[in-house]
């Protein structure tokens, strides 16, 4: 989003910039949906869809003032539906990408060093107290078994005597 312009395309080349042992930056080259007319190649309807038409596309790169390259961090990743009953116009679909949690920085007003309290909720007034005693990993509520691990099984191969 640019201006208050949202562009909408498609990725057509991955460039990675390698900085030698200063870290990479990729970047998208994309073909653009023409925005540049509000509503016209670009339009949200009554249900709140954006639908785009991907056939009149501008900043291809085709021309030297153009400019179809963009950082991958300022890209959101989005599919297209194509619409049936209106030909070249198609749904945008905006998603989440698998494994992503979105975990941005919320600013507030304390500074950045205070932690934030968290009350917890009180469950009926129950007098549940951390315990530190040592707890044996060896029940003594039941008596044991006793098993001979030194004592060889006999084999049958699968087959069970008959009675």
């Known amino acids: 989003m640019v201006e208050n312009k949202t562009y909408y395309g498609a990725i057509t080349e991955i ?37 785009v038409n991907l056939k009149h596309l501008f900043n291809t790169g085709s021309k030297l003032s153009d400019e179809p390259f963009i950082l991958a961090s300022q890209a959101v990743q989005v599919y297209y539906v194509e619409d049936p009953s209106d030909n070249g116009w198609s749904a945008v679909i905006e998603t989440k990408p698998r494994d992503f949690y979105d975990m941005a920085k919320v600013q507030t007003e304390s500074s950045d060093h205070e932690s934030e309290h968290v009350q917890c909720p009180d469950f009926g007034g129950s007098n549940i107290t951390p315990d530190q005693t040592y707890v044996s990993p060896v029940r003594s509520d039941i008596d044991g078994i006793i098993v001979n691990a030194t004592e060889k099984r006999k084999k049958n191969n699968g087959k069970r005597k008959r009675k």
């Open 15 to 51: 460039l990675e910039l390698d900085y030698k042992h200063k870290g990479n930056i990729a970047l998208f080259k994309c073909e653009w949906v023409d925005n540049r007319v509000q509503d016209k190649w670009i339009k949200v309807d009554k249900l709140g869809t954006t639908n």
